[in-house]
């Protein structure tokens, strides 16, 4: 079984680059995030397509802002749209999505951003990862949970740690999060796989961060140990996130039992450009 994870950044912005990239790489459960598309508008834009492909669809979505959704053609049952009892600003958001597929719960999340550490939006963050880790822990012991976390796990998943003091995304507290929902015995199975490797999943769009590979890891497939042990391969798909009209994240894949590609990875090409002395780099937004 192959398994994605892919941030669009608009799903009707990417139609041009998604649907080739079903195609090409053959994913049987892909996480979309940021789809930025209501339910029906989600399903007239890429419905008939993506049956065509014989996916079926779970949605949960709005206008304009956040959106997930899961794809599968092995299996969709028990759809669960958001997290029970999480929280909202000040409504829920359209960021939770999870079915079973393949035997395998399947929860395709879109974190939020947290915007600046302190804020009400990073209060919100916090609390929404630990409505998020509660869900888990209720549910079935083969899991994974894909998706951006908007969080990078170490300093390792950044292009530069000097370069984000004072961002949101690397905070002691974020960090915390994320560790105590990993501690539920889910795995980061791509860092697992590539221990040592320096390799990011999104680039800004801004500055020519791409091309310099000036990236953060913040696109996650964490798996519970019976789908980990599966793992025969993980890697990052660099290749979509060049050329035109790209989404500012690249898939994430993970394939079980299987490598039809072989163990290839981290990232697919790699990237040419040498990693950057610290503190030589600001981000874009930087002041």
Known sequence: MRIATWNVNSAKQRVPRLLPWLDERQPDVVCLQETKLADDAFLELLGDELAARDYAVAVHGE??????????RVGLDDVVAGIAGGPGFPHPEARAVSATCGGIRVVSVYVPNGREPGSEHY???LAWLASLREMVAAGPEATVVCGDMNIAPTDNDVFDPDAYIGQTHVTP?????????????L???????????RFFSYWDYRAGMFHQDLGMRIDLILASAPVADRVRAAWVDRHARKGTG?????????DLDEAPDGDIGPVVP???APAA??????LPQAP
């Open 63 to 72: 206008a304009a802002w956040n959106g997930v959704a899961i794809l599968s």
């Open 123 to 125: 209060e919100y963050k």
């Open 173 to 185: 507290p974020e960090r915390a999060a994320l560790a105590e929902l990993q501690a539920l015995g």
């Open 187 to 197: 795995h980061d199975v791509v860092r697992d796989r590539w221990p040592n490797e």
């Open 246 to 254: 790209p989404s500012d994240h690249a898939p994430v894949i993970v």
């Open 270 to 272: 790699p990237p040419s």
């Open 277 to 282: 002395r610290r503190g030589s780099v600001k």
